[in-house]
Nanobody, 114 residues
Framework: QVQFVESGGGLVQTGGSLRLSCVAPATSFSIMSVGWYRQAPGKRRELVVS???????KSAVAVNGRFAISRDNAKKTVYLQMNSLKPEDTAVYYCNTEPATLHWGQGTQVTVST
């Protein structure tokens, strides 16, 4: 069971940037595909971006060109750089394997004000 610990959320104005971090101290981290997910109030959790063990990335259409995922296997950490933030990006952001397991961390709240 992999434990994910997310951090870096906060309140930002429209057009601003945030960088989220996700630490997953698992021995198998380097071979894991990892995704960032988000859940807005009243909506289902959705996959936003993911990164494979080889570094290949995929992004949802809604964030393509604005969000970038990266990983540091030595630190067992995955990052989410979010630029040009919009109010509709407001959500709790989680990381998990991709596809996701049933074990979710606490997430980190991102709020984008108008």
């Amino acid at each position: 069971q992999v434990q994910f610990v997310e951090s870096g959320g906060g309140l930002v104005q429209t057009g601003g940037s945030l960088r989220l971090s996700c630490v997953a101290p698992a021995t198998s981290f380097s071979i894991m595909s990892v995704g960032w997910y988000r859940q807005a109030p009243g909506k289902r959790r959705e996959l936003v971006v993911s990164i494979s063990s080889g570094g290949g990335t995929k992004s949802a259409v809604a964030v393509n060109g604005r969000f970038a995922i990266s990983r540091d296997n030595a630190k067992k950490t995955v990052y989410l750089q979010m630029n040009s933030l919009k109010p509709e990006d407001t959500a709790v952001y989680y990381c998990n394997t991709e596809p996701a397991t049933l074990h979710w961390g606490q997430g980190t709240q991102v709020t984008v004000s108008t």
